[in-house]
């Protein structure tokens, strides 16, 4: 059964340890490890029915061979790469594009969350779009200060595995 809560997410430093990565000579990611407890977590979410678009900047190759790699090409609804959109986040068009394949209007805004580990592109993406945002700041690669009030998230967590019951509480407010 499909859940009211609809999830977008980003991947690098969200479910992919950027720090692992292995790149070829044409930049595409070829391998890396997933975040510990992110690919356990996205799988339950997705077992628990909850729809899940990938919302990130980046080569499509690099995101095909990552998600086939870890088993989750198939926890996707729809994919969003900045690569074939032309834009990096923060740009709403990243944003209308995974609204428009959903096929979500301006009134969905309320059931959806954007979660990312980048204050400035993930966060403020979601803030300047009418979105709620996840901030997961287990990296220290980026600096979480919030520039703009886009940037400050509405929620943050720690650790992958707290996103599940992140998720199930925010999905019970919108069935209400």
């Not at 292995?22 to 070829?30: E, G, L, S, T």
């Not at 992110?38 to 990552?66: K, P, Q, W």
Request: hydrophobic share 40%.
């Amino acid at each position: 059964m499909t859940k009211p809560l609809i999830i977008l997410t980003d991947i690098g430093d969200t479910i992919i340890d950027e720090g692992t990565e292995v790149r070829n000579a044409a930049d595409v990611v070829i391998r890396a490890d997933c975040i510990p407890g992110a690919r356990e977590t996205y799988l339950r979410l997705h077992e628990a029915g909850y729809t899940i678009c990938m919302v990130a900047d980046g080569l499509t190759a690099s995101f095909r061979n990552l998600m086939a790699l870890h088993g989750l090409t198939d926890i996707f609804a729809v994919w969003v790469v900045s690569e074939e959109i032309g834009e990096d986040k923060p740009s709403p068009k990243m944003f209308q594009a995974a609204f428009d394949a959903l096929g979500l209007t301006e009134k969905d805004k309320g059931r959806v969350i954007m979660v990312g580990n980048n204050v400035k592109r993930d966060m403020r993406g979601a803030g300047r779009f009418g979105l709620r945002s996840v901030l997961l700041d287990w990296s220290p690669r980026r600096p979480f200060d919030a520039e703009e009030s886009e940037d400050v998230p509405t929620y943050t967590i720690h650790l992958p595995e707290e996103l599940f019951a992140l998720c199930e509480r925010l999905n019970a407010e919108v069935d209400a």
